[in-house]
């Protein structure tokens, strides 16, 4: 597993788990993953804040360089992480024809992989590296572009927020337990997505069991999604959407039901900067009627037999 950081002794000084070194100590630097959570210093943990401050170089898109100006203000920035790798020549990697696909593939693992080099060359250097990423690092992280090249024991997590749970406090309902729900399901349309098309017996699978449905990216095409949804799962099935999730100022939620969101989304111009919940937890008071539910299955349970009594 990929060391963790521990917090800062009586002194002052950070000391690595896994080998209790000071910075520097250990003879080559290592590569932190760090999670600034979903919106900024406000919604980061500390320690995030004090692994930033730990670091010497970073890669950062220039949004987070000015949200955390106070904690990497000096510090060499080398490169955005995520320009070009979601992109080319303009354009969105959903937008891309076939051949521009294929180029575009080869163009991000150059980039990749000249960019992995030049974080080569700084923990060689003896400097630790800060990778700055928002939300939760381990779930739909794209920091994992560069990690996975590096031995385990060269790289640090920095656990944080995600956007999930920003979203889920604007929400302010009990994704589960909440009423008769067994699952809670995150995922994204790319992920259910076979030969181009949403995979119906996958979201037939999903819509056999009650669950709470987190789709991230699910912005950019919200007629086939919805109406892939409406296939599986009834019309009035409640959902919402949580846009700029944890942002002072920019955070707001449209609900709506199945049967007519793709409508009100429509007229939506943002694509990317929201979180699609659907499911019944978004309906009266899920926590409450899940314990009372549970309450009378209990009952039926230990009534059932000479055992019981």
């Known amino acids: 597993m990929p060391a963790s950081l521990d917090s800062p002794g009586v002194?002052?000084?950070?000391?690595d788990a896994s080998t209790d070194a000071l910075p520097g100590e250990r003879g080559s630097g290592r590569l932190f993953v760090i999670s600034t959570g979903p919106a900024g210093p406000r919604t980061s943990t500390l320690q995030a804040l004090e692994a930033?401050?730990?670091?010497?170089v970073l890669a950062a898109p220039e949004q987070?360089?000015?949200l955390f100006g106070d904690y990497i203000a000096g510090k060499p920035v080398l490169f955005d992480p995520w320009k070009g790798l979601f992109d080319f020549k303009g354009k969105r990697v959903w937008d891309l024809g076939e051949a521009e696909r294929e180029r575009f593939q080869e163009e991000?693992?150059?980039?990749?992989?000249?960019?992995?080099?030049l974080i080569r060359e700084v923990l060689a250097a003896g400097q630790d590296f800060g990778l700055l990423e928002t939300g939760n690092p381990c779930l739909f992280g794209p920091g994992h572009w560069y990690k996975e090249p590096f031995d385990p024991d060269e790289v640090v997590i920095i656990p944080g927020m995600g956007c999930d749970a920003a979203a889920m406090a604007a929400l302010g309902q009990s994704t589960i337990p909440a009423h008769d729900i067994?699952?809670?399901?995150?995922?994204?349309?790319y992920s259910l997505t076979v030969d181009g098309r949403l995979d119906r017996a996958a979201l037939e699978d999903i819509a056999r069991h009650a669950c709470t449905l987190v789709l991230y990216m699910a912005l950019r095409d919200t007629g086939h999604v919805f109406e892939a949804l409406r296939e599986v799962l009834p019309g009035d099935t409640p959902c919402a959407v949580v846009y700029w999730a944890g942002y002072p100022g920019r955070q707001r939620v449209l609900r709506g039901r199945l049967d007519c969101m793709s409508a009100d989304l429509s007229e939506e111009e943002e694509d990317f900067m929201g979180l699609l919940f659907v499911g019944r937890f978004l309906e009266g008071k899920p926590y409450e009627a899940s314990l009372n539910r549970l309450g009378r299955t209990r009952g039926r349970v230990a009534g059932a037999g000479p055992a019981d009594e």
Not at 11 to 15: K, L, S
Not at 108 to 117: A, I, M, N, P, T
Request: a positive charge; glycine letters at 6%; hydrophobic letters at 30%.
């Open 11 to 15: 002194t002052g000084e950070w000391r």
């Open 52 to 56: 930033l401050e730990r670091v010497q």
């Open 64 to 66: 987070q360089v000015q």
């Open 108 to 117: 991000r693992f150059r980039l990749r992989d000249e960019r992995v080099g």
């Open 182 to 189: 067994r699952y809670l399901v995150q995922t994204s349309p």
